[in-house]
């Protein structure tokens, strides 16, 4: 990614006060086969003007808690917990009527399949001006003025003839162009932006993440990004937190995660990751097994069957939970001696990175 990104990220991250606080988040799922724990007990805060990046493998619970935040799962099965406050007022305490009306003003996403967001039988134009009318009292040359004033913001060329073309006209940057402009039509003080640079390729996808934070810093808003690459967020991230079979792993600013990273699961994902940055003579390292089952998660730590520096007998990482203090600089969910984690990680992570 390009230095402007870091520049401007930098100039972004001195945010206000808190904007976005989940506390004790839990989203369960029942089926059949058990209860889906697909969240359960997160917590973070997310200041104004400030942009975090949640990763992870997928299944990790990602996804849902973007779609929690939204309020997505109202009259589903899904059974939600916990408190997601937008300055100060509980989203999920709010009747149907109030949570429309705060979503798309207040709060935005960007979907991670566009093709599948828009509707195909609607022009790219009809649907953005749709959702401006929904919270401006404005006639419809003025909604279709302001549209095209937001798709060029967003880099489409012929902003006045693209207004009137269908989603399947549209490349796949393009549509996610769209997106980025109905996301950002209201000027909403929150963006979740859900895997937004999913099957485009380098080049467009550097584009993306460029505007994202161009219109971050000129509309003085908050991003959450949701990704499963590292890379991804490695510029753009005030802070990352990393999830977990449904939990928080660790969080900290960016530079903390990529160069001082405490959880052996942090450790997996930067092993796996290509460097471009120096030579490398070993194939990448991928974290061995698999994701456990979010209906009969493992006893203690939720990573240890995976983990290649687990000790049973001295942290218990098989019988015991370890807590996660979402209060502390750099929390971390992991059962080791903090001590012996910095020491593993110095001798025997950072060598092979």
């Keep these: 990614m390009s230095t402007d990104v870091s520049a401007e990220r930098a100039a972004g991250s001195t945010g206000a006060g808190t904007l976005l606080s989940v506390r004790d988040l839990k989203v369960h799922f029942p089926t059949e086969d058990g209860l889906v724990h697909a969240v359960d007990g997160l917590s973070f805060e997310l200041r104004q003007g400030e942009i975090l990046g949640i990763v992870g493998e997928s299944g990790s619970g990602k996804s849902v808690t973007s779609q929690a935040i939204m309020g997505l799962y109202r009259g589903t099965r899904a059974r939600l917990s916990g408190i997601i406050e937008l300055d100060g007022v509980d989203l999920l305490t709010l009747s149907d009527e ?24 609607y022009t790219v134009g009809n649907q953005i001006i749709e959702g401006y009318l929904v919270h401006h009292d404005a006639s419809k040359q003025e909604a279709r003025a302001r549209t095209i004033e ?9 902003p006045a003839q693209r207004v009137d073309q269908y ?28 895997e937004p640079t999913t099957a485009l390729d380098v080049t467009v996808q550097a584009q993306i993440l460029e505007l994202l934070v161009s219109l971050q810093q000129e509309h003085s808003s908050s991003i959450i990004i949701i990704t499963h690459d590292l890379g991804v967020v490695a510029e753009m991230a005030d802070q990352i937190m990393v999830m977990y079979a449904g939990m928080a792993a660790e969080r900290g600013d960016a530079d903390t995660l990529f160069y001082h990273p405490e959880h052996p699961y942090t450790w997996g994902l930067l092993s796996s990751m290509p460097r471009m940055d120096r030579l490398r003579l070993e194939r990448l390292r991928p974290i061995r097994g698999n994701p456990p089952s979010l209906i ?14 687990r000790d049973d007998e001295r942290w218990a990482c098989n019988s015991v939970t370890p807590e996660f203090d979402a209060s502390l600089p750099h929390p971390v969910r992991c059962s080791i001696d903090p001590e012996e984690r910095r020491r593993i990680f110095e001798e025997e992570v950072r060598p092979t990175l």
């Design 98 to 121: 109030e949570l429309r009306k705060r979503r798309g003003s207040d709060i935005a996403m960007v979907f991670q399949d566009p093709l599948s967001a828009l509707h195909p039988y």
């Design 150 to 158: 937001m798709l060029d913001r967003v880099g489409i060329p012929n």
């Design 167 to 194: 989603p399947h006209e549209f490349s796949g940057g393009m549509r996610q162009r769209a997106m980025i402009a109905m996301a950002l039509i209201n000027n909403p003080r929150l963006i979740i932006a859900d």
């Design 296 to 309: 009969s998660r493992p006893k203690g730590c939720p990573f240890h069957p995976r983990c290649d520096h």
